[in-house]
């Protein structure tokens, strides 16, 4: 078979497609044993794709406004799990709620990209990419944070997802691993194409390091415990696409796994310490509130399946869910919200610090909107991440200025948070 032409070739990886088989793949981390501090931190970003309402993810029921505005969505303050005096969480997020009672999750209530177009494409691509500027790049800051680190210390990303997004596109390789069927054991179909590429210099090395992440993937699918709900009852075992959309039990129990799964691979021998998964659903244009009680609740369980699957490794994990922008401050016609600028940014972990929220709270006045509509941002993205890959991952601090996120320098790297 080693003569097949190419759409023959093409037609056996799409087969391999079908079944579940991944064909993007994981670097091999060099000395991946060594044992320092730094070795062994973890970061996972978890991108909610859509414009994720952030007055509902930390409802500021303590300003005067917010009620106000936010009429027949608002989150009423008896409802709201409380943070402080001004903030609490949505309802649904009490595993995060949980973490935070334990100083191991805060929120960053007024934060944005420097995109301000309100555009889906241009928003994620400004977030993804880590530039001021829309397509300034095709490579990701995720990628070029791996970039900057020392042979020694770099490890390969990896990617919950069918293609691997911007975030982790660059020069050092990401792994992509979406859930999906798994291939029979006695199936012929790996061998075969082990055979039809062993002699490819580029296909071959591939190929066998594809095998290797679904390796890795069978191992953190069956290592870890199995997700349990608050009435001690066994959850069923599905594994999910990483969506939004799935409510009720099954959708929970769904995305606990996917969690635990991810957290799976990052606890295993060599495995990536840097990952990112996508969450979508998130454009509440009508009828807001039953889809982001279900939204949050999913968005709950995948990092309650995070915690509990990273086990001892939290302590050294930070974990950060961000979106491309937030939503209008007023609820619109359809009892939902449109397009806005700032959103939260959850941050958790057992690395993190306990303390407050991180930046500023702009709060809801008429005077204090954006552009009379949208919270206003106080904080830009790239200065949290810059303070996270810094102070977490040991990124140089020049290399965040010059290479990770370039002609950057007005956002400021927020420091102190691990």
Same mark, same amino acid.
């Given at each position: ?14 087969? =391999? ?56 969505? /608002? ?24 973490? =935070? ?29 880590? +530039? ?19 042979? +020694? ?33 006695? =199936? ?28 890795? /993937? ?55 310490? &840097?990952?990112? &998964? ?7 244009? /009508? ?79 008429? &005077? /204090? ?50």
């Amino acid at each position: 078979m080693t003569d097949l032409p190419m759409m023959n070739r093409r037609r056996v990886l799409a087969s =391999a497609a079908g079944l579940g088989l991944s064909v993007t793949f994981l670097g091999r981390p060099a000395l991946a044993g060594t044992d320092s501090a730094l070795d062994k931190r973890k970061l996972i970003v978890v991108i909610c794709r859509g414009g994720m309402d952030g007055l509902s993810v930390s409802p500021p029921v303590g300003d005067r406004d917010y009620e106000g505005l936010r009429r027949g969505i /608002a989150v009423k303050p008896e409802d709201g799990l409380k943070l402080d005096g001004t903030f609490s969480l949505h309802p649904a997020l009490t595993s995060v709620h949980a973490l =935070a009672l334990k100083g191991q999750a805060r929120i960053a209530p007024a934060v944005a990209s420097p995109d301000r177009a309100r555009s889906h494409f241009e928003a994620q691509d400004v977030l993804e990419s880590g +530039s001021a500027q829309v397509y300034a790049t095709t490579s990701g800051w995720l990628n070029r944070a791996l970039e900057t680190l020392p042979a +020694s210390r770099r490890a390969g990303g990896l990617y919950v997802g069918a293609t691997t997004p911007l975030i982790l596109r660059g020069k050092v390789q990401a792994a992509s691993w979406s859930p999906g069927k798994g291939v029979d054991e006695i =199936a012929r179909l790996p061998t075969l194409l082990q055979d039809l590429y062993k002699t490819d210099p580029l296909m071959g090395p591939a190929f066998a390091r594809g095998l290797e992440t679904e390796s890795m /993937a069978q191992v953190a699918m069956t290592a870890m415990p199995p997700p349990v709900e608050k009435d001690g009852m066994a959850a069923s075992g599905m594994m999910a696409q990483p969506a939004a959309g799935r409510g009720g039990r099954e959708g929970r129990d769904a995305a606990r796994k996917l969690g635990a799964t991810l957290a799976g691979f990052m606890v295993q021998d060599g495995g990536p310490r &840097i990952a990112a &998964i996508s969450l979508d659903g998130w454009d509440t244009h /009508a009828g807001q509130v039953g889809q982001i009680n279900t939204r949050l609740a999913y968005l709950d369980a995948v990092l309650s399946g995070l915690n509990t699957g990273l086990g001892d490794e939290w302590k050294n994990t930070v974990v950060v869910t961000v979106t491309e922008f937030g939503r209008t401050a007023g609820v619109n016609g359809t009892s939902g919200t449109d397009h806005g600028t700032a959103s939260t940014a959850l941050v958790l972990g057992g690395a993190l610090k306990p303390g407050g929220i991180i930046g500023d709270w702009p709060g809801l006045s008429q &005077i /204090a909107l954006y552009e009379n509509r949208d919270l206003a941002p106080t904080l830009d993205m790239r200065g949290l991440f810059k303070g996270l890959l810094g102070d977490h991952m040991g990124v140089d601090r020049a290399a965040l200025e010059t290479k990770v996120f370039p002609n950057s320098a007005e956002a400021r790297a927020v420091t102190g948070l691990v």
